[in-house]
């Protein structure tokens, strides 16, 4: 970069063949810490039309940035709060932050939008006086951890709706919001992982009892929060997690998640319908009645396996994300990679819209832990992924923004070409301390937005950008990765060819210290890739509207809570109050589909706290 003047900036390269396109590879837009005295962790993560990136986690500081007239500027006390910020599209302020919780523990772990802004939270909550509204469906907590649902007016300023969604009778039972997702008419999509027996369910919806230790439940909330439209268990004879939810025009849900079930759910003609091994993927259309599957399919090899992530196209094709201990997992012939490099490896999948086939699989991994949580799509079909990565050699592209691991764990955020065949793009994101990267979000020009924590002194950031040190502990951050498309350059006389280049962030961005860059060249775009997909079988999409439930199992459950410096492989969007994505589970059952008669559940899982991470990281 070459600094022309106020915000004006140009590109200054070497000698090059002047007859061949002049790609100028992605960088950084812009990167900024978000925290406070204490520790946050960022979970979920949205942006709208206009480039505003919103992203809710929790905090456990009392000084925690928040913006005047905001919802809920002190903190509400507890352990940690839930936040709820949005960002200018230059990521140089924040145009609202709120406090989001009340006297107990407050984790935001997923968000979305309605096209005029709201914000869409869900989560967990063991406050008592978790901040609800009047006519919400559930105002009272009625656990010992529920789910909340909270929908935010385009300000940050008030509640449009607020309720608990959840069962048990207080003590160790906990239900948690994992992802959410809205439709057209406002009617809010909720999934997640129920302890409670008696968690809200609804007449006729397709699974009313629980099945196991515990389930994934899927939830729809009318418009106004003050009823439930449908709401349905999802599970089999042991353990389930709803970690991903996605939803169609039509109003049929699309939940990804994991199975330690024998005996999860299951459609004739689904691509797997029997489990290779113990902990599996699971992927779950629900009718939008929620009185029956569409279609349910496993995806998984003979170790452990955990769907993460959800994205789909504009086609219905499903893509899904997270990490495996398979080293079958299912890939698919020319996939960028087919072979487990060192479990736990990432993996992103491709399926048709039906469920019946994989239109591309691969492993996304190296020599180390890779575990991948966050899968976003833009208009082209090209698949982001974030996630974090040991790897010293896991693949990265040339020119990329940071192509060597500084210090594991390091941030990954790749871009998968649509047919699953290559990389578009692939870079490390890290400091010299530990991070994680737990969401992505797309907008429509193509550039990508991350979320997630750190801990190192040296994550980058950008000049200008909101906050650019760490503040203590661990801090939330969110970046920003954009590419410039490439340009044909007009020849010159000079070897040295350097571009003028004036830069604009957003036509509906305010001014800001971020320039966006106009070139004097004539622009090439990169071609539109149009995925080849082949014909694949599509069975007749008939709603199974009963589960076979059968009494749970003798179990012990024993999350590993560790304290230690490599991040818990739980779900993205899975508290760490709660128990993880991979208990150690001692149990009667074998791989049969017939669950034993044994229904006393011994659960020791109670809700821990994160280890504390202290960076010990001076800047360098």
Avoid at 301 to 308: E, N, R, T, V
Wanted: proline share 6%.
């Amino acid at each position: 970069f070459v600094n022309r003047g106020v915000d004006e900036v140009g590109f200054e390269v070497e000698s090059y063949d002047l007859t061949r396109t002049l790609v100028i590879d992605p960088g950084l837009v812009y990167s900024t810490y978000l925290g406070a005295s204490a520790n946050e962790k960022s979970q979920g993560i949205a942006v709208d039309a206009a480039g505003n990136a919103y992203v809710t986690g929790y905090t456990s500081s009392a000084n925690f940035p928040t913006t005047a007239g905001a919802f809920q500027t002190v903190y509400g006390g507890g352990t940690d709060n839930a936040f709820v910020t949005k960002l200018n599209p230059a990521g140089t302020a924040l145009i609202y932050s709120t406090y989001l919780g009340g006297n107990g523990d407050d984790l935001g772990l997923g968000i979305t939008l309605n096209p005029g802004g709201n914000a869409y939270v869900t989560g967990s909550t063991s406050s008592t006086n978790f901040p609800t509204t009047a006519g919400a469906f559930q105002t009272a907590l009625a656990g010992g951890t529920d789910a909340f649902v909270t929908e935010l007016n385009p300000a940050g300023t008030a509640l449009i709706y607020s309720t608990y969604l959840g069962g048990g009778a207080g003590g160790g039972i906990n239900d948690w919001g994992s992802a959410i997702a809205v439709d057209a008419a406002g009617n809010a999509y909720v999934t997640g992982t129920a302890q409670s027996t008696n968690f809200p369910t609804t007449a006729g919806a397709f699974q009313t009892v629980m099945g196991g230790i515990y389930d994934a439940f899927v939830a729809k909330l009318n418009a106004t929060g003050t009823a439930l439209i449908y709401s349905t268990y999802l599970g089999g004879t042991k353990m389930e997690n709803g970690n991903g939810i996605v939803v169609d025009a039509a109003g049929n849900a699309f939940v990804v998640g994991s199975t330690l079930s024998p005996n999860f759910p299951t459609t004739a003609g689904a691509y797997q319908t029997v489990s290779a091994g113990n902990y599996e993927a699971f992927v779950t259309e629900v009718n939008p009645g929620g009185t029956g599957l569409v279609f349910s399919t496993l995806l998984g090899g003979s170790g452990d396996d955990f769907g993460q992530g959800i994205a789909m196209d504009s086609g219905g094709n499903l893509y899904v994300t997270g990490y495996t201990y398979s080293t079958n997992f299912p890939t698919t012939a020319g996939a960028f990679q087919n072979a487990s490099s060192v479990a736990p490896d990432s993996f992103v999948t491709k399926l048709n819209p039906t469920g019946s086939a994989l239109i591309y699989s691969t492993y996304l991994s190296g020599n180390s832990d890779d575990v991948a949580y966050g899968i976003a799509l833009d208009a082209a079909g090209d698949a982001y992924v974030t996630g974090y990565t040991y790897s010293s050699n896991f693949p990265t592209t040339a020119g990329a923004y940071q192509t060597s691991l500084v210090a594991g764990p390091d941030v990954f955020v790749t871009k998968l070409n649509p047919t699953g065949t290559a990389l578009a793009y692939s870079t490390y994101l890290d400091g010299s301390g530990l991070e994680n990267g737990l969401a992505i979000a797309v907008d429509p020009s193509g550039a990508a937005y991350v979320t997630g924590n750190t801990n190192s002194t040296d994550y980058p950031t950008t000049a200008g950008a909101y906050q650019t040190a760490l503040s203590a502990g661990t801090d939330a951050f969110v970046t920003k990765l954009d590419m410039i498309a490439g340009n044909t350059p007009t020849p010159t006389n000079s070897p040295t060819l350097t571009p003028t280049n004036t830069a604009t962030n957003s036509p509906n961005s305010p001014p800001t210290n971020s320039p966006t860059v106009t070139t004097t060249q004539t622009p090439t775009n990169p071609p539109t890739v149009t995925p080849t997909q082949t014909a694949t079988s599509t069975p007749t999409k008939t709603a199974t509207n009963t589960a076979t439930q059968t009494s749970s199992n003798t179990a012990t459950h024993s999350p590993t809570n560790s304290s230690t410096n490599t991040p818990t492989l739980t779900g993205t969007n899975t508290p760490t109050r709660s128990p993880t994505n991979s208990p150690t589970v001692t149990s009667t059952n074998t791989s049969s589909s017939t669950a034993t008669n044994s229904p006393t559940v011994t659960q020791t899982d109670t809700p821990t706290s994160t280890p504390t991470i202290t960076a010990t990281n001076s800047p360098s």
